[in-house]
């Protein structure tokens, strides 16, 4: 009996070496137990891509790609996930069985046809744009805002003319059903069951994905009524916090200035763009997540962060900011003058005037110190004190210790505060998901950015099977809060219910998701140095178990809290019995470790 696709996939990894066959590709030269080699995926001088034999994975520390051989052969030769294995079959001697049937070729399958669905949609839009007497608006619309007819066809600009179902009788006449418009978020289903486009009388814009494949849509109204905006809902290939508007056309800019500009909307990105300043992308109407982080680490460190100098757009700045500095990179923030935003005071203004307010952004303490200056004032010293419990835990993000130890040195000096006192406010200061969780073992040798329990459980649970029987029976998937880990736990337990290892191969292709596949190289590469994983593991272990209790004991706090001010009774007794019966573990770590995270 022919073997399945996934017993063909494991038959390739046992008979394949990760650095023969990238050998292969790229020189590599063994440095210790791994090898070392320029990253063929981003431009560098200074090695930093890294190969490991034991592990079989590889992982570039410049611009964070990583995975097995699977997804080297993938990104390589810029091919599909099915090339790659028929490329690595026939080096490994493997025949592969019958792909149409296997649960990855249907979703690679239903991806592309969602694509297709997709890539169908812009050309329609597009067309009606650029040739239609239905677009004539749309046009005035997009001359009015100063784009030019070379930059609507870069971007693939379109128009949704004014009618219910303009697009879903086109989709029909190239056979196409209302039920896969549905699945792409193209079409809905009214009350009356009926189907009509999503998209009416509105200017399109295509939302593509750092392959320029097209994921989603964001539509904007004429004039000023609302809703202004509407989006395309998220669906298997667009999930808005994945993506980074703009990146696909900025990429190559971005990487030769090694600096990336961040603003808010698509005219905020296009309009700068078209003047051409080109290594600027627009977030899709969220804070920035961990996985469009990531997207910005594959091509810089960089970051000048540009939002409207509105109290919301300063609200978005700080949000974005501590996430940006607890991931690891260098961060700017550039601030308009009031009543502009980036495309306004480009088309008012010059592009040369724009680039100088980007050259002259901030730093994240000058910045963020203005903002609470002049919210708070100086006057009192619980005025002072508030400015220092907002200052700190953006400091307490910060790596490295010359840095750190100079932003509380400036802080205090601004302040007239004693630095001692700052100092001490901030060994209290604790911050989710990126605690200090080891004080004596030998984990403080590693480097990496947020660096806590939950990463170095999830990474020795991937190498060792003991400690990932010990792991299953100790803890639950509820019990990690760092949502990436989470999903990585999720997976590694169902492998094991299936009684096969969670390897860092199988989670990669179980998981099927490429910010997986980075994410699970680089909190391997994170454990990389420890010695006595025995004695990390066990640390590790207390750590995330007494961080647990108080975590369940601070929200046992607040339901008591509203159940007295609801005046329950039997209900707080009830909670202040369970808040009772909590107690951390007998030799749980210190609260404030003095370990590798101090100043």
Same mark, same amino acid.
């Given at each position: 009996?022919?073997?399945?696709?996934?017993?063909?996939?494991?038959?390739?990894?046992?008979?394949?070496?990760?650095?023969?066959?990238?050998?292969?590709?790229?020189?590599?030269?063994?440095?210790?137990?791994?090898?070392?080699?320029?990253?063929?995926?981003?431009?560098?001088?200074?090695?930093?891509?890294?190969?490991?034999?034991?592990?079989?994975?590889?992982?570039?520390?410049?611009?964070?790609?990583?995975?097995?051989?699977?997804?080297?052969?993938?990104?390589?030769?810029?091919?599909?996930?099915?090339?790659?294995?028929?490329?690595?079959?026939?080096?490994?001697?493997?025949?592969?069985?019958?792909?149409?049937?296997?649960?990855?070729?249907?979703?690679?399958?239903?991806?592309?046809?969602?694509?297709?669905?997709?890539?169908?949609?812009?050309?329609?839009?597009?067309?009606?744009?650029?040739?239609?007497?239905?677009?004539?608006?749309?046009?005035?619309?997009?001359?009015?805002?100063?784009?030019?007819?070379?930059?609507?066809?870069?971007?693939?600009?379109?128009?949704?003319?004014?009618?219910?179902?303009?697009?879903?009788?086109?989709?029909?006449?190239?056979?196409?059903?209302?039920?896969?418009?549905?699945?792409?978020?193209?079409?809905?289903?009214?009350?009356?069951?009926?189907?009509?486009?999503?998209?009416?009388?509105?200017?399109?814009?295509?939302?593509?994905?750092?392959?320029?494949?097209?994921?989603?849509?964001?539509?904007?109204?004429?004039?000023?009524?609302?809703?202004?905006?509407?989006?395309?809902?998220?669906?298997?290939?667009?999930?808005?916090?994945?993506?980074?508007?703009?990146?696909?056309?900025?990429?190559?800019?971005?990487?030769?200035?090694?600096?990336?500009?961040?603003?808010?909307?698509?005219?905020?990105?296009?309009?700068?763009?078209? &003047?051409?300043? *080109?290594? $600027?992308?627009?977030? #899709?109407? /969220?804070?920035?997540? +961990? @996985?469009?982080?990531? !997207?910005?680490?594959?091509?810089?460190?960089?970051?000048?962060?540009?939002?409207?100098?509105?109290?919301?757009?300063?609200?978005?700045?700080?949000?974005?900011?501590?996430?940006?500095?607890?991931?690891?990179?260098?961060?700017?923030?550039?601030?308009?003058?009031?009543?502009?935003?980036?495309?306004?005071?480009?088309?008012?203004?010059?592009?040369?005037?724009?680039?100088?307010?980007?050259?002259?952004?901030?730093?994240?303490?000058?910045?963020?110190?203005?903002?609470?200056?002049?919210?708070?004032?100086?006057?009192?010293?619980? &005025?002072?004190? *508030?400015? $220092?419990?907002?200052? #700190?835990? /953006?400091?307490?993000? +910060? @790596?490295?210790?010359? !840095?750190?130890?100079?932003?509380?040195?400036?802080?205090?000096?601004?302040?007239?505060?004693?630095?001692?006192?700052?100092?001490?406010?901030?060994?209290?200061?604790?911050?989710?998901?990126?605690?200090?969780?080891?004080?004596?073992?030998?984990?403080?040798?590693?480097?990496?950015?947020?660096?806590?329990?939950?990463?170095?459980?999830?990474?020795?649970?991937?190498?060792?099977?003991?400690?990932?029987?010990?792991?299953?029976?100790?803890?639950?998937?509820?019990?990690?809060?760092?949502?990436?880990?989470?999903?990585?736990?999720?997976?590694?337990?169902?492998?094991?219910?299936?009684?096969?290892?969670?390897?860092?191969?199988?989670?990669?292709?179980?998981?099927?998701?490429?910010?997986?596949?980075?994410?699970?190289?680089?909190?391997?590469?994170?454990?990389?140095?420890?010695?006595?994983?025995?004695?990390?593991?066990?640390?590790?272990?207390?750590?995330?178990?007494?961080?647990?209790?108080?975590?369940?004991?601070?929200?046992?706090?607040?339901?008591?809290?509203?159940?007295?001010?609801?005046?329950?009774?039997?209900?707080?007794?009830?909670?202040?019995?369970?808040?009772?019966?909590?107690?951390?573990?007998?030799?749980?770590?210190?609260?404030?470790?003095?370990?590798?995270?101090?100043?």
């Amino acid at each position: 009996m022919e073997n399945n696709l996934k017993s063909a996939i494991e038959q390739i990894q046992s008979r394949i070496d990760i650095v023969e066959i990238i050998g292969g590709y790229i020189p590599l030269k063994k440095t210790g137990a791994s090898y070392k080699g320029l990253c063929p995926f981003h431009q560098e001088k200074t090695p930093s891509f890294i190969v490991s034999q034991t592990k079989q994975i590889y992982h570039c520390f410049g611009c964070s790609k990583g995975g097995d051989v699977i997804n080297f052969v993938m990104e390589y030769e810029k091919v599909d996930f099915i090339e790659s294995l028929k490329i690595l079959a026939q080096k490994a001697g493997v025949k592969l069985p019958a792909i149409g049937s296997s649960d990855y070729a249907k979703k690679a399958s239903a991806a592309n046809f969602l694509y297709r669905i997709n890539e169908m949609a812009v050309s329609y839009y597009h067309a009606i744009l650029i040739g239609s007497a239905k677009a004539g608006q749309g046009r005035e619309y997009l001359k009015s805002r100063g784009i030019d007819a070379q930059t609507a066809d870069k971007f693939k600009l379109g128009f949704a003319p004014n009618a219910w179902d303009s697009l879903l009788q086109y989709a029909g006449g190239k056979s196409i059903k209302h039920e896969s418009l549905e699945k792409a978020g193209l079409a809905i289903i009214g009350k009356d069951q009926k189907p009509y486009d999503r998209f009416r009388n509105r200017i399109i814009f295509p939302i593509f994905d750092i392959n320029s494949k097209p994921v989603g849509f964001g539509a904007r109204v004429l004039d000023d009524s609302m809703p202004k905006y509407i989006n395309s809902p998220e669906t298997e290939v667009y999930i808005k916090g994945r993506h980074l508007y703009g990146l696909n056309l900025a990429a190559g800019e971005v990487r030769r200035q090694n600096e990336i500009i961040i603003v808010e909307g698509y005219l905020d990105m296009i309009i700068p763009f078209q &003047a051409g300043i *080109q290594n $600027i992308v627009a977030t #899709l109407g /969220t804070a920035l997540t +961990i @996985e469009q982080i990531n !997207l910005i680490r594959r091509y810089t460190g960089n970051t000048v962060m540009l939002y409207d100098a509105d109290e919301a757009g300063e609200a978005a700045s700080l949000r974005s900011l501590d996430i940006l500095i607890g991931e690891g990179l260098n961060v700017k923030i550039a601030k308009l003058p009031k009543g502009f935003d980036p495309d306004t005071y480009v088309r008012k203004k010059s592009a040369a005037e724009f680039r100088l307010i980007v050259s002259s952004a901030k730093g994240l303490f000058d910045y963020k110190i203005e903002i609470l200056l002049s919210k708070y004032g100086t006057k009192s010293s619980e &005025a002072k004190a *508030q400015i $220092i419990s907002e200052m #700190l835990p /953006t400091i307490k993000r +910060i @790596e490295n210790a010359v !840095l750190k130890s100079d932003y509380i040195k400036k802080l205090s000096q601004r302040l007239s505060v004693d630095e001692s006192a700052v100092l001490a406010e901030l060994k209290k200061i604790k911050l989710d998901y990126i605690k200090s969780a080891i004080s004596d073992s030998p984990v403080k040798t590693m480097q990496g950015v947020a660096r806590t329990a939950e990463k170095i459980i999830a990474a020795l649970l991937m190498e060792d099977a003991d400690i990932a029987r010990r792991i299953k029976n100790e803890f639950s998937i509820e019990d990690f809060r760092d949502i990436r880990i989470r999903g990585v736990i999720k997976y590694a337990f169902e492998l094991m219910d299936k009684d096969r290892q969670p390897t860092p191969a199988r989670l990669m292709h179980y998981m099927q998701r490429e910010d997986a596949n980075e994410f699970i190289c680089y909190i391997l590469a994170e454990v990389e140095t420890i010695i006595d994983r025995d004695k990390t593991v066990e640390d590790c272990i207390k750590w995330l178990k007494a961080d647990n209790i108080r975590f369940k004991k601070e929200d046992l706090t607040r339901q008591i809290k509203e159940a007295e001010n609801l005046g329950k009774e039997q209900e707080v007794m009830e909670l202040v019995r369970e808040f009772n019966s909590l107690s951390l573990p007998s030799t749980s770590p210190r609260s404030e470790p003095a370990g590798r995270h101090g100043v």
